[in-house]
């Protein structure tokens, strides 16, 4: 998370200074983006570095040991979304429902209206 976040972090800056350049902003402020951009990109390589560290020290057996977890996480996560899709195609269901309801309500009051014209 933390390597995604420099990275994010890393683009970000790299936006603001090639638009500086671009737009030609003053050279002070040219500078001051180009050091922001080489802090970010130096947390980002010790983050990338701390990664590559971690990932050596976890073993195989630690993933296989893990994996069914991740695995019902993913289906749980996939069932949620399922279960999102319904909510807003029940959503819809309902505000034409009302749509309908509203236009029967409304063709039976001008058909009260009507017989109460003939009387």
């Given at each position: ?42 947390r980002f390589q010790l983050a990338q570095g ?52 509203h236009d029967a309500l409304r063709g039976l ?11």
């Amino acid at each position: 998370r933390q390597c995604q976040a420099a990275q994010e972090a890393v683009e970000a800056a790299s936006m603001r200074f090639m638009a500086a350049v671009e737009t030609g902003m003053s050279d002070e402020a040219v500078a001051v983006y180009s050091t922001e951009h080489a802090d970010k990109l130096a947390r980002f390589q010790l983050a990338q570095g701390e990664l590559v560290r971690c990932s050596s020290n976890i073993s195989a057996l630690n993933l296989a040991a893990v994996a069914p977890y991740f695995d019902a996480e993913d289906e749980h996560r996939s069932q949620l979304a399922q279960a999102d899709v319904e909510v807003e195609q029940l959503k819809a269901e309902v505000e034409s429902a009302k749509a309908r309801y509203h236009d029967a309500l409304r063709g039976l009051e001008s058909l009260s209206e009507e017989t109460h014209r003939r009387r």
